[in-house]
C-alpha cells in the first residue's frame, strides 16, 4: 500500500486508518507520486505509526527528487528499501552508506526514461550502482504506465547498455536477497536461482 506525497499528510493517516481491518494482508507501505516538493519528512509521523503497527515501509526517493530525499527516507522515515534512488549517486557519503548497510534500492529503468531521469537507456546508471557494490534491483514501476514489466526493464537494460552475463545474475540474486521474504525463503529461491543458471 502506497501513500500518495502531493496529498496531506492527514491524509495518510486516513488511508491507513481505512486499512486498518485488513493489515493482515498487507506486507508494508510505500510513499509514491511526485517527489519535487513533497520531501520525506512531510510524512514522519505516519511512518512512525506504519513501523509501530509492525509494517515494512519503503518510500520513493531520490528518482526526480535531491539525495537529501533519500537521507530523509532513510533517517527520518527509517524505511528498509528505496525505490528508485538514481540521484543518490550525487553523494558519495549517501553512496557509502548505501553500500555498508546494503540497503535496496529498487531501480525501474522504462520509468526512469519515461520520467527524463536519463534522457536515454544508454545513459542508464545501473552500472555504475553495480561497482558501487549497491543492492540494487531492476523492477516495474506501473507496467501499464511506464511501458513494461520486470523482464521489458531487464530487455530494455541489455539493448542499451554494456551489462555482462554476470552483472545480470547479481541483479536476480539481488532481487530476492533485498526481497521482503522471509529469510527461509530467500534461500529456497536462491537456490533454485543457481539450479536454473546451471542448465544454461
Known amino acids: 500500500m502506497s501513500f500518495l506525497r502531493h496529498l496531506s499528510e492527514q491524509s495518510a493517516f486516513d488511508t491507513l486508518e481505512q486499512a486498518?481491518?485488513?493489515?493482515?494482508?498487507?506486507?508494508g507501505v510505500g510513499l509514491d507520486s511526485s517527489e519535487l516538493g513533497h520531501p520525506p519528512?512531510?510524512?514522519?509521523?505516519?511512518?512512525?505509526?506504519?513501523?509501530?503497527?509492525?509494517?515494512?515501509?519503503?518510500?520513493?526517493?531520490?528518482?526526480?527528487?535531491?539525495?537529501?530525499?533519500v537521507w530523509q527516507a532513510l533517517d527520518l522515515l527509517k524505511v528498509q528499501r528505496i525505490d528508485h534512488g538514481n540521484r543518490s549517486l550525487e553523494d558519495a557519503a549517501l553512496i557509502e552508506r548505501l553500500r555498508n548497510e546494503q540497503i535496496p534500492l529498487t531501480v525501474?529503468?522504462?520509468?526512469?526514461?519515461?520520467?527524463?531521469?536519463?534522457?536515454?537507456?544508454?545513459?542508464?546508471?545501473?552500472?555504475?550502482?553495480?561497482?558501487?557494490?549497491?543492492?540494487?534491483t531492476i523492477n516495474?514501476?506501473?507496467?501499464?504506465?511506464?511501458?513494461?514489466?520486470v523482464m521489458d526493464n531487464f530487455h530494455a537494460l541489455l539493448e542499451s547498455v554494456p551489462i555482462t552475463?554476470?552483472?545480470?545474475?547479481?541483479?536476480?540474486?539481488?532481487?530476492?536477497?533485498?526481497?521482503?521474504?522471509?529469510?527461509?525463503?530467500?534461500?529456497?529461491?536462491?537456490?533454485?536461482?543457481?539450479?536454473?543458471l546451471l542448465t544454461f
Not at 545480470?168 to 533454485?192: H, P, Y
Request: negative net charge.
Open 20 to 27: 486498518m481491518p485488513w493489515l493482515e494482508h498487507i506486507d
Open 140 to 149: 516495474s514501476d506501473d507496467p501499464a504506465y511506464f511501458g513494461g514489466y
Open 41 to 69: 519528512e512531510k510524512f514522519a509521523r505516519v511512518f512512525a505509526r506504519c513501523r509501530e503497527l509492525g509494517l515494512r515501509v519503503t518510500a520513493h526517493a531520490g528518482e526526480e527528487g535531491p539525495p537529501d530525499y
Open 165 to 196: 552475463t554476470d552483472q545480470i545474475v547479481q541483479l536476480m540474486r539481488n532481487s530476492f536477497t533485498g526481497s521482503w521474504l522471509s529469510d527461509t525463503e530467500k534461500q529456497a529461491c536462491l537456490q533454485r536461482l543457481d539450479a536454473a
Open 108 to 136: 525501474c529503468p522504462l520509468s526512469n526514461l519515461k520520467l527524463c531521469v536519463v534522457t536515454k537507456m544508454s545513459q542508464h546508471p545501473i552500472l555504475k550502482f553495480l561497482d558501487a557494490g549497491l543492492l540494487v
